[in-house]
């Protein structure tokens, strides 16, 4: 049983919770309410600008015609691929730059530079390197996410409290159990801080990609339609990257639930 006191906290936390998704929701029927307003009543030039009636009935023509659920899917493999594989790269590759420090200090310039470069810039190398397919989008999606992987982790490697790894040492640790016993868990909250970084980076490398080689997929979707100036298109694109980019956010909310439960 609870005291009283802490059953005014929880319904407190309850009542704000709610009062914040209240408003979250509030905001988004209001903006598609004024937006389909001002539509309605030719205040916005709607071939520019589309309204809500049109997104939905683009997206119900895309549904009709077989095309939505196949474009979402590919983005979702394509992003789902380049998420699994820039994490593990990335914290191996973070594991090593810790294990060897000499390596780090060479190799911590490049990935300063490699994490400013506008990996949109190498696309052209690797559309020709890796073909133009789900390849080259995979891999510019990697490129993305690996370099934000390893100097997120790594960063979180080199801070973990010095005092406590010289304990490790006088109790004669090697290496090998300092990482798995100290800094790996002491890592653990800046890894999953780094995933929900990494899903919504991996996403935006897969639609660069998809801009820029895909026949498939929502950036495909928005490519297509702006090149043949249909904005219903385009906006019923992005509406559904932002559903899609959301619930890949909430999967990994819930992965780290689960995770620090256990």
Request: hydrophobic share 50%.
């Amino acid at each position: 049983m609870y005291s009283e006191e802490h059953e005014s906290y929880l319904k407190t936390i309850k009542k704000s919770n709610f009062l914040v998704r209240f408003t979250q929701i509030s905001i988004i029927l209001l903006f598609i309410l004024i937006w389909q307003f001002l539509a309605d009543n030719n205040l916005i030039n709607t071939f520019i600008t589309s309204s809500p009636k049109e997104v939905v009935r683009t997206i119900i023509d895309l549904h009709n015609s077989n095309n939505l659920y196949n474009h979402i899917w590919i983005t979702i493999y394509e992003t789902l691929i380049s998420f699994i594989l820039g994490t593990l790269i990335g914290i191996v590759i973070a594991t090593i730059l810790w294990w060897n420090k000499f390596l780090s200090r060479v190799l911590d310039p490049y990935l300063t530079i490699l994490n400013s470069l506008p990996k949109v810039a190498l696309g052209p190398i690797i559309i020709i390197w890796a073909g133009a397919g789900m390849n080259s989008i995979i891999i510019m999606a990697l490129f993305i996410s690996v370099i934000i992987t390893i100097i997120n982790v790594y960063q979180g490697f080199i801070e973990t409290d010095p005092i406590k790894i010289k304990l490790m040492k006088s109790f004669k640790a090697t290496k090998a159990q300092t990482y798995f016993k100290l800094i790996l868990p002491s890592t653990f909250p800046i890894i999953i801080s780094t995933l929900k970084i990494n899903i919504s980076m991996s996403l935006i490398g897969v639609i660069m990609g998809e801009f820029l080689v895909s026949k498939e997929g929502i950036g495909y979707l928005i490519m297509y339609g702006s090149q043949v100036f249909n904005l219903n298109l385009v906006i019923s694109g992005i509406i559904i990257l932002c559903v899609v980019a959301t619930l890949m956010y909430y999967v990994v909310l819930y992965i780290e639930k689960k995770l620090i439960k256990n």
